[in-house]
C-alpha cells in the first residue's frame, strides 16, 4: 500500500532524482506532519495518511502562519 515504507522510500527516491526538488520531511501521522509544516514551512506538502483525512491536514496546515 501507499503508506508501506517501501513504497515511501521508493517516492522519496523518485522525487529526489530532481535536483530542484528538496525532501525536507515526512511524517507518519497527521500531528506529526503538522508539527513539521509549522517547523519546516514546506513549498510543497504531499499528504496520504492512514487514520487522518487528508483534507483535515491540509485545512489546518493552511493555519500555519506564512513567514517571508
Known amino acids: 500500500t501507499d503508506d508501506h515504507p517501501a513504497f515511501i522510500d521508493a517516492a522519496v527516491h523518485f522525487l529526489s532524482v530532481d535536483p530542484d526538488v528538496e525532501i525536507v ?3 507518519l501521522s497527521g500531528q506529526e506532519a503538522l508539527e513539521q509544516i509549522t517547523l519546516l514551512r514546506p513549498d510543497l506538502v504531499l499528504v496520504n495518511l492512514a487514520g487522518s483525512s487528508p483534507y483535515q491536514v491540509g485545512k489546518r496546515a ?3 502562519p506564512v513567514t517571508p
Do not use: F, N, R
Open 25 to 27: 520531511g515526512q511524517a
Open 62 to 64: 493552511l493555519l500555519v
